[in-house]
């Protein structure tokens, strides 16, 4: 039966009513633009997922489907910090600048001495002086990468919860300023040449070491480590007080206050977390590329605020998910790649970008009016 008695007074609960997860739409949009994707791919000769090489035994176009999954680990990364600087009601421009600094950073301690036989000729230290600073394990490198972003995220959030300036104005404080600071710790030249144990950071096979080679996915590193800190998080975000805290400064901050919540403390707790995901990126990036460079992270932070909005996170607060993100996250890389595959200009792939993020901001707009008229 559609209906049945609950509780006293005759109340009932129409299940029809009961509404759809907004994840579930997310995801239809996904499948929607692969579909679309597939059949333009098919109409000129090809196909976006499949695979149509008759020399090649697979199903699946596996070349593409690893690219996508490669866009989308890195800003994906970022996208899970910037979703729950979103949810509390914040926003933060500054995760593209924090990876180019902490890229940069990270590269200095990750360099090796010699390279084919010679001394490293991007090498950041000089070696008469700094000969320790060459070669050093690979943990150090990933230590002082996890400082700078959390250093980063800790200034953000304590410029936002102690000085009560808008999110929007510290965070692009901190872009400037993290920017500026990549290109003075070089002087705006390229660190590279990383140790063989940095590389594998992000080129390795992670997968097979964890399970004892049953399984392997050589390269995809990044995405796997997207995957679990996904995972992770969504569990956080649902399950903890901190997610709980998180929804209730979003949705009601004077509220969440009255409640005994330490509003201050806990907008610094997400914006540091927000800096260290901004800085495993970064780590990953400067990992997979064998390279550091002051502009690398451009526009990363648009990039992750857009997944996130795609994926359903309301730029208001108190509404959204991890899971939602990372559906954001592959409509955005779908979206790339699919371009690519039919040849689609560069510049027209930005102005569709664009607007998609535009139509997902109006959707949004729409669904708060909805909420509130019902």
């Known amino acids: 039966m559609a209906q049945s ?17 907004p994840e579930w739409n ?44 490669l866009q989308v680990a890195v800003t994906g990364i970022i996208a899970l910090g910037v979703t729950q600087v ?45 000969p320790g600073l060459y070669d ?54 390229p660190i590279s040449f990383p140790t063989d144990s ?40 649902i399950y903890t007080l901190y997610g709980k805290r998180s929804y209730a400064i979003g949705s009601n901050e004077a509220a969440a206050r009255m409640s005994g919540i330490n509003v201050d403390r806990h907008k610094i707790l997400v914006y540091t977390i927000a800096g260290i995901l901004a800085a495993v990126a970064a780590i990953l990036l400067s990992s997979k590329t064998l390279t550091a460079q002051a502009g690398m992270g451009m526009q ?3 990039d992750a605020i857009a997944m996130a909005v795609i994926g359903g996170v309301s ?7 991890i899971l939602g993100t990372v559906l954001g996250a592959l409509i955005f890389s779908v979206i790339i790649s699919g371009f690519t595959s039919i040849q689609l200009d560069a510049y027209y792939q930005e102005m569709v970008k664009g607007a998609i993020i535009v139509g997902a901001v109006v959707l949004d707009q729409m669904r708060q009016q909805k909420r509130m008229r019902s």
């Not at 965070?171 to 705006?188: D, E, K, P």
């Open 300 to 302: 990363y932070e648009l």
């Open 86 to 130: 979103i949810i509390i009601g914040g926003i933060d421009l500054s995760s593209g600048s924090i990876v180019g600094l902490t890229a940069m950073v990270t590269m200095s301690f990750a360099q090796t001495a010699i390279v084919n036989g010679k001394a490293n000729p991007k090498g950041f230290w000089d070696p008469a002086l700094h």
């Open 5 to 21: 008695v609950q509780g006293v007074g005759g109340l009932k609960y129409d299940a029809t009513m009961k509404a759809r997860a």
């Open 136 to 189: 050093m394990p690979v943990i150090v490198p990933i230590v002082v990468g996890l400082c700078v972003g959390l250093v980063a995220g800790l200034i953000n959030g304590t410029l936002i919860a102690r000085t009560k300036i808008p999110p929007f104005i510290a965070t692009l404080g901190m872009m400037v300023s993290a920017r500026g600071a990549s290109r003075w710790y070089t002087n705006g030249d």
């Open 26 to 69: 997310v995801f239809i949009a996904l499948v929607v633009m692969v579909i679309v994707f597939e059949v333009l791919n098919r109409l000129h000769g090809g196909s976006f997922l499949f695979n149509t090489r008759a020399n090649v035994p697979s199903l699946f176009n596996q070349a593409r489907i690893d690219i996508i999954l």
């Open 315 to 321: 730029l208001s607060g108190g509404r959204g998910s």
């Open 198 to 237: 940095f590389a594998k950071l992000a080129n390795g096979d992670l997968l097979g070491r964890m399970t004892f080679g049953l399984l392997h996915w050589e390269g995809q590193n990044p995405a796997l480590i997207f995957a679990m800190l996904a995972v992770l998080f969504q569990v956080v975000m």
